[in-house]
């Protein structure tokens, strides 16, 4: 991190993976053409607003974490072509998330989201759409799939049952 800071205009990728972060570091907010960053692995629970100011981020990969939700200031990530949030404990995305006009892969497999926002069924550029490990109704289920029709979506086992 210390290396990336003394030329921050020319980082595009950041890999702090397996770092036993709790927190993003601040000073990450300084890398503006930061293309691909990588915080798997660690034990954050929270991401700071100031991730939305990372405009030009393609790939955001938070997996394996403490995440219990996500800030609404993802939605400004206009770039963000993948969000990678599995094996975490995101129990509520904010509706901001139907933003992500350019995202083509989102990772959500097994958090404890409770429900989906509407506004997911905006993501028509989405190709891949994980959702396993996740309890969601065989009717939710059925919407999302001809909502999304070019989206290749997984599913746990189909649930009969409401909510």
């Known amino acids: 991190m210390i290396d990336a800071l003394r030329d921050s205009l020319s980082v595009e990728v950041?890999?702090?993976s397996r770092d036993g972060l709790h927190e993003v570091p601040h000073r990450i907010a300084a890398?503006?053409?930061l293309k691909e960053l990588y915080l798997a692995h660690n034990?954050?629970?929270e991401l700071p607003?100031?991730?939305g100011s990372l405009t030009k981020l393609e790939i955001l990969d938070?997996?394996?974490n403490k995440l219990t939700t996500i800030p609404y200031q993802i939605g400004s990530l206009s770039a963000l072509r993948e969000l990678v949030l599995f094996r975490?404990?995101?129990a509520l995305?904010?509706?901001s998330i139907g933003s992500l006009k350019s995202l083509n892969k989102l990772d959500l497999w097994?958090?404890?989201l409770e429900f989906l926002p509407p506004e997911l069924l905006q993501l028509t550029s989405l190709q891949e759409l994980d959702l396993r490990g996740i309890i969601i109704p065989y009717e939710e289920q059925k919407k999302l799939s001809k909502n999304l029709p070019a989206t290749q979506i997984y599913f746990s086992t189909p649930c009969n049952c409401s909510k």
């Open 14 to 16: 950041l890999d702090l």
């Open 31 to 33: 890398l503006v053409n």
């Open 43 to 45: 034990k954050i629970d």
């Open 49 to 51: 607003p100031f991730i």
């Open 62 to 64: 938070v997996s394996v």
């Open 88 to 90: 975490n404990r995101i």
């Open 93 to 95: 995305l904010p509706p």
């Open 110 to 112: 097994n958090n404890e």
